[in-house]
């Protein structure tokens, strides 16, 4: 339904050369850290903010200069931006009021809105007396009832707190799938990202990054961004040479599956990407099947209960070590040292300070060149899309705001 | 010891309070009652707080109703003219200047142009010129166009001196309200003028009403140039139809009577206050955003 081609930029770019076609009824994820350029991207789409070049088309309609009041898309603001000086009800009714609707159908549709939302007894008080979360469904009613082309959210969780957002998601997962409308999501909360999206937009410094279902991009991240963006804990990455079919880490070599070895064959030093479940402590797993085994000392246990997070420092090599720093950065962390994380079964007696045999799985390692960011082991049928360079392009792009 | 000292500070701001109080309004009670004064007892060297006898004869007189003390037969017909004037020249120049002030402050709040800050350090500069420099060549340019003792020839100047103070209350109440509402009832499907007549006006409500009030202050009680621009009753202003209640004898001015037409002019500016003081109130935008 949106064909977007677009470029921006006042002497910063934003926004580079993104496209992105969103299906209809489609949930469509834009994510990245901060300044990424996903909120701008939004604003772009409802006519908030101008578009340099490029074509923003809905339907087969361009868009571009149309204000926003034409353009029929409904939007929900990361504080929501209700009305202070009405009441609920008029703050739903509001679109309707402006586009003239009769006074009975906007009774109709304000009374249907708030029923979906469970809104009903607050209908006659001010947006200045309600709690965030009902707030919150104000502003999606004022979205509901314009029966607009699509939905367009901006963080709208992000001033909620942990246990509401969770409540929220959900509520927000089953009005779109029974309005089955298009919807646009902007958010820096992977989890989010994950549990909502039918397809997810990673976008970083302006530049899409990969387009693919959530599933695509945990099994199989395009870049070391993408890599380190999504999943929590993070993708550890760590200095690898591959010989032959084995790949030497710091703490051991560790057996490829031969595709995957042929792939980085005579490429010298790569970057490793390991995600801590694929580690396992080598005394609770009974099935060792593919992987190996390698002897480290651990240096803090956190036992949660269902399964333990061990770290496990390694130092670096200074060709590496840069790269990694850098990512760190990209992805708002503040990472001290490099270290690797492990997530072991809750049965796992591991002490910290102590030296435990690590069982880790090769199959399922990515293994990236370190220069460009790209990942050589990719499986390009179950990846979206991946824009070719998108790493490298990025950091060209100064870092910006929004 | 700390109840001591609680009941300590409580008596202090008690104190505090009256002493205020006293200060204030002292002089308003001793107009009242001066109103209420017959001018045997104002005229007499030693005029005690509270009236001998109390009598209404003085509102009589300028407000013209009963019998009217021989010699001020022609007092209320030029101080209810005088009154008019003021009402209406005060209630127009307010208008005019709130509507002006509220879309120069809306573009001075909203949009970035060049000679933003000469705008409004030239506006702040025309609010710190003393108005009886003007005086003079208003005066002049004023008889030269015709409106020497007219209505606009008081509107324009008093417009014009508030305006500047109009402007910058008023854009500091609109750059307080979040953007972001303006852009959801755009998306809502508004027009820029939609959006800034039923969602930015609204929020900025108590400063339109701050500045209303101070634009009708200043043209109620605006004397200098009542008096310079206006010769006749056609267009002079209370304030300065006050300055002609001589009566007969000029050592010994119609106290009473001036007193009373103080009080009658006050009322009003009480009344205002009193009707607006809650819609200025500010704190209407809580709730708008996350709290």
Same mark, same amino acid.
């Given at each position: ?15 580079? *050369?993104?496209?992105? *076609?969103?299906? *209809? ?172 999206? *039918? ?15 959530p599933r695509e991009l945990y099994e199989n991240p395009g870049n070391l961004f993408v890599a380190g963006f999504i999943g929590s804990p993070p993708m550890n990455f760590l200095p690898v040479t591959v010989e032959g079919t084995s790949a030497k ?154 | ?17 009256? @002493? ?246 006050? @009322? ?24």
């Amino acid at each position: 339904m949106v064909n977007i081609v677009k470029q921006y930029g006042d002497g910063f770019p934003a926004v580079n *050369d993104v496209s992105i *076609d969103v299906q *209809d009824g489609e949930f469509m994820i834009l994510v990245g850290p901060s300044g990424c350029g996903k909120s701008t991207l939004l604003r772009m789409i409802v006519g908030l903010e101008d578009i340099t070049s490029g074509d923003m088309m809905i339907g087969d309609r361009r868009v571009n200069d149309l204000a926003p009041r034409d353009r029929n898309l409904a939007m929900v603001f990361q504080n929501y931006a209700l009305y202070p000086h009405l009441t609920v009800y008029e703050n739903i009714a509001f679109p309707l009021r402006l586009a003239k609707a009769s006074d009975e159908e906007v009774d109709r549709k304000v009374r249907d809105a708030a029923k979906t939302l469970e809104l009903e007894e607050h209908l006659e008080r001010k947006p200045g007396n309600l709690s965030g979360g009902q707030r919150q469904r104000v502003a999606m009613g004022r979205a509901i009832v314009r029966e607009a082309d699509a939905f367009l959210f901006d963080e709208p969780l992000s001033n909620l707190d942990a246990k509401l957002r969770g409540q929220m998601r959900t509520e927000i997962s089953r009005l779109q799938k029974r309005l089955g409308i298009t919807t646009v999501y902007v958010t820096h909360d992977q989890t989010e990202a994950m549990t909502l999206g *039918d397809r997810v937009a990673v976008l970083k410094r302006g530049v899409l990054q990969q387009l693919a279902t959530p599933r695509e991009l945990y099994e199989n991240p395009g870049n070391l961004f993408v890599a380190g963006f999504i999943g929590s804990p993070p993708m550890n990455f760590l200095p690898v040479t591959v010989e032959g079919t084995s790949a030497k880490l710091p703490f051991g070599s560790v057996e490829l599956p031969p595709e995957k070895a042929a792939k980085a064959e005579g490429k010298g030093l790569l970057m490793a990407g390991i995600r801590p479940e694929h580690f396992e402590d080598a005394s609770v797993k009974s099935d060792r099947g593919a992987g190996s085994t390698f002897r480290a000392r651990v240096d803090v246990v956190e036992w949660l209960g269902n399964e333990t997070y061990a770290y496990i420092p390694f130092e670096a090599p200074p060709e590496v070590e840069d790269q990694l720093r850098q990512l760190e950065r990209d992805l708002d962390g503040e990472a001290l040292h490099t270290q690797l994380v492990v997530s072991l079964d809750g049965a796992s007696r591991i002490r910290e300070g102590e030296e435990a045999e690590i069982w880790v799985d090769g199959s399922k390692m990515h293994l990236f060149d370190p220069a460009t960011g790209d990942n050589l082991t990719v499986d390009r049928e179950h990846a979206g899309r991946i824009p070719a360079h998108a790493m490298e392009e990025a950091q060209a792009q100064p870092a910006a705001a929004g | 010891m700390a109840a001591a000292n609680a009941t300590r500070n409580k008596v202090g701001t008690w104190i505090g309070f009256v @002493v205020i109080l006293v200060w204030c309004l002292l002089p308003v009670a001793w107009i009242v009652s001066l109103s209420f004064k017959g001018p045997g007892e104002t005229a007499s060297g030693s005029p005690q707080f509270l009236p001998k006898t109390w009598t209404l004869q003085n509102y009589r007189d300028i407000l013209g109703f009963g019998t009217v003390t021989p010699g001020q037969e022609n007092t209320h017909q030029d101080f209810l003219d005088a009154l008019r004037n003021s009402f209406g020249i005060a209630a127009i120049a307010t208008v005019l200047a709130v509507i002006f002030a509220t879309l120069a402050a809306y573009a001075i709040a909203r949009l970035e142009f060049k000679g933003k800050r000469l705008v409004l350090s030239l506006a702040l500069a025309i609010a710190m010129f003393p108005v009886v420099a003007l005086v003079g060549p208003l005066f002049d340019l004023w008889r030269t166009l015709h409106l020497f003792n007219t209505w606009p020839g008081l509107i324009i100047p008093y417009m014009s001196f508030t305006l500047p103070l109009a402007i910058w209350t008023l854009s500091a109440f609109f750059r307080e309200i979040p953007w972001e509402m303006e852009q959801a009832a755009q998306v809502d499907g508004a027009t820029s003028w939609q959006a800034f007549r039923k969602v930015i006006v609204p929020l900025a409500a108590p400063g339109v009403f701050t500045a209303a009030i101070l634009t009708f202050f200043f043209a109620w009680n605006e004397f200098v140039l009542a008096i310079s621009l206006t010769s006749t009753t056609a267009s002079r202003t209370v304030p300065a139809q006050l300055s002609f209640f001589v009566g007969p004898d000029p050592f010994n001015p119609p106290y009473g009577l001036l007193a009373a037409s103080s009080v009658v002019v006050t @009322v009003p500016i009480i009344i205002i206050v009193l009707l607006f003081q809650r819609k200025i109130v500010a704190g209407l935008t809580s709730g708008a955003v996350k709290g």
